[in-house]
């Protein structure tokens, strides 16, 4: 195992895929001779030269859309949108296209393609570029929506989504760039649809993805220090989602929590409250509870921020609700 | 051209002509539904265009695009199932009027956004650039998808990357209601290609020859200089935007005027005249082009409506990198296969036989 950054898996998973493949190229905003806006893609263009590296004007729909016709006579295109916040210029050619033309068709179309980049807030860039969107593009069916936690997820799943036949949406998350973790050397692939339980615990589950795991981690740690035991569920994809493996830990616990940033009002985790209840109903000891970002833009002022977003301490709060403590 | 490819393409626009008068009457008689925009006025420029392209190469339209599939071959029997909802259709039942796809024939279909299909046929141009093919894309679009952003984005990238895709502007002067003096502010709309350093030209779209030599010369510029050109075909449409449609916004003799120059008895008279065809011949090949008409719909009545389990299928491709545990649950995974489908051959159930 080799210790690397979520950023440095993620171009490991693309140039890999690049070398093994050659229908598989990148395209997006700065990604070639700029080394990418957050340095995902450093290097690759001196590797695969500027036809296999493309480096787009700034129009989103255009990066869609190539990515989309490419995808359709045969090639796997990774687009790339400098962050999601930006995908909603290319939404037409997501949803109107990537996820709709193999069912108008009747089947003959196909789109592998891979539309990945920074999703969620960073810090301070206020509510234009802090958003998490991962609800909209779940709803849709025809499109995988991966979000890695870590580092070894990020790759594998990376790898996974390039080489999957189907339109891959994959969220990552610009706070995360800089976590370290432990990654598999070598050619490996995490399969889109199977979670991962990254804390084990007996007394709540608390549901988590992307940068929300961290969240909940750290509320796991608060709660151990008072004799609670959280079980941390990443499902990793939420299209298709592992249901399965929120419903064991939920049967063991007997109380949930899901934790997203995005915002509640219609947000993924009611479609996962939504599922443990009609599942667990009577494994459950208490209502489900959602830890979620303030139902209001973006502001810009740190201390607004902290408040939007969910913190380890609400979760925490959360637990202690659901436990009646 | 020699007589019997002027014939065949006379053959093509009849039968789209013919084809898109029953569909008229199927609606009214409630046997297609949804919305129905029909090609007749615009037959010269799908049969003079798809006429030039070589088996491999890939074509996108917009969603007035029953004339396209019919120019390049597609059986119009699967045609007519298709716009009745039946199982028998190109596209199973699934895409209707405005979807008509056949990607063996490098249809790539019939795109119901306006514009929304102009990014993918840069998309198909780059992919022949990257596999340093000599293939070609044409992409068919209306006066209204000019002022989308999707037409900026897509011409913008095709000229700067040097792509090998032909855009045809089917000018027929109205965005649904709309004029394209109300709605740009270029009147001549290849002109438009002039912001992007773009070879561009217009062409009398009711004209075959003319459009065929105009596309020729576009066509040959993409294939070997891999350069893109805009393309402005003047045309019309007769009938309304869409079945519901009475045309109101123009005036009666503007409609008597353009019909006059109407593009099927122009092309006969070509095919009279300069490959001396008489008019019993003329004649014979239009009541084929109605008993093939005839036969379609035959035949789309004849094919079973799609089975309910159908609705489930075609939305994911079946892939070894998806749980199937996941996937499974989800009804929208219940159906999917790893192949793509290959629009059928016609089955058993059809008694429908006519050569053509």
Redesign the interface.
């Known amino acids: 195992m080799a210790t690397l950054t979520m950023r440095e898996a993620l171009n490991e998973a693309i140039g890999e895929e690049m070398r093994r493949d050659p229908t598989v ?1 990148l395209i997006g905003e700065e990604v070639g001779h700029y080394q990418g806006p957050y340095k995902v893609t450093q290097g690759l263009i001196q590797e695969f030269g500027e ?2 590296v ?1 480096d ?2 700034i ?1 989103e ?2 990066i ?12 796997r ?1 990774i687009a790339e949108m400098m962050t999601f916040n930006f995908s909603l210029l290319a939404l ?2 997501i949803v ?2 990537a996820a709709k ?10 789109c ?1 393609m891979v539309l990945r980049g920074p999703s969620g807030a960073a810090a301070q860039v206020a509510a234009q570029h802090s958003q998490a969107f991962e609800s909209w593009f779940a709803h849709v ?2 499109l ?1 929506v991966a979000m890695p936690s870590t580092p070894a997820d990020a790759k594998g799943l990376l790898k ?2 390039i ?4 339109p891959v949406i994959f969220m990552e998350n610009e706070v995360l760039y800089n976590l370290k973790g432990e990654v598999p050397e070598g050619d490996y ?1 995490i ?4 979670g991962d339980v990254k804390r084990v615990g007996k007394d709540v589950t608390l549901v988590a993805w992307s940068r929300s795991v961290q969240r909940a981690l750290e509320a796991a740690d608060l709660l151990a220090a008072n004799g609670i035991e959280a079980e941390v569920v990443d499902p990793r ?1 939420l ?6 493996l929120i419903f064991d830990s939920v049967r063991k616990t007997n109380r949930c929590v899901v934790i997203e940033e995005g915002w509640r009002y219609a947000g993924f985790g009611a479609e996962i409250a939504d599922r443990v209840q009609r599942s667990c109903f009577d494994d459950l000891d208490a209502p489900i509870l959602r830890v979620t970002a303030a139902d209001v833009p973006m502001p810009y002022s740190k201390k607004l921020e902290k408040v939007f977003l969910p913190q380890p301490k609400q979760i925490v709060d959360a637990v202690h609700q659901v436990l009646y403590r | 051209m020699d007589r019997d490819e002027a014939l065949a393409l006379y053959r093509t626009m009849l039968l789209i002509r013919r084809f898109e008068e029953r569909c008229a009457q199927l609606y009214v008689e409630g046997k297609i539904g949804g919305f129905l925009h029909l090609y007749i006025g615009q037959e010269a420029v799908a049969v003079g265009a798809l006429s030039l392209l070589r088996p491999d190469d890939y074509f996108l339209t917009s969603y007035r695009d029953h004339g396209y599939a019919l120019a390049r071959g597609t059986d119009p029997r699967l045609l007519m199932a298709e716009l009745c909802g039946k199982i028998g259709g190109i596209s199973r039942g699934k895409g209707g009027s405005m979807h008509f796809y056949d990607v063996p024939l490098g249809n790539f279909g019939g795109d119901g956004i306006v514009g929304g299909h102009l990014p993918i046929a840069a998309g198909m141009g780059y992919s022949i650039r990257l596999r340093e093919t000599d293939q070609v894309v044409l992409c068919f679009f209306g006066d209204g998808a000019v002022n989308e952003g999707a037409f900026h984005e897509a011409l913008n990238v095709s000229a700067l990357w040097g792509l090998p895709v032909v855009f045809v502007i089917e000018n027929n002067r109205y965005g649904m209601g709309t004029s394209i003096d109300r709605a740009s502010s270029v009147k001549d709309l290849y002109q438009r290609g002039s912001a992007y350093g773009m070879p561009r030209t217009d062409v009398d779209g009711m004209d075959l020859l003319a459009v065929r030599h105009a596309l020729g010369e576009a066509i040959e510029r993409a294939r070997t200089e891999k350069r893109p050109t805009l393309l402005e075909a003047e045309t019309y449409r007769y009938r309304g935007h869409s079945m519901s449609d009475p045309g109101k916004y123009r005036t009666r003799e503007e409609v008597e005027e353009m019909m006059n120059q109407d593009p099927v008895l122009r092309f006969a008279k070509h095919v009279q005249q300069s490959h001396s065809v008489p008019e019993t011949e003329l004649a014979a090949m239009d009541k084929d082009a109605i008993a093939r008409v005839d036969d379609a719909v035959r035949f789309a009545e004849e094919s079973p409506w799609p089975n309910p389990e159908t609705l489930f299928e075609d939305v994911y491709v079946r892939s070894p990198y998806i749980t199937a545990g996941a996937a499974d649950k989800e009804p929208a995974w219940r159906g999917s296969v790893a192949e793509d489908r290959v629009p059928e051959e016609l089955p058993a159930w059809s008694s429908a036989r006519v050569e053509s």
């Open positions: 190229f036809w296999r493309r787009t004007p129009a729909e255009a869609a859309g190539v990515a989309v016709g490419a995808a359709f006579v045969g090639m295109p037409d050619q109107n296209h033309y193999r069912y108008m068709s009747g089947g003959q179309v196909r592998p069916p025809g995988v996974s989504a080489r999957d036949d189907n692939t399969p889109l649809g199977l994809t299209r298709p989602l592992d249901d399965e």
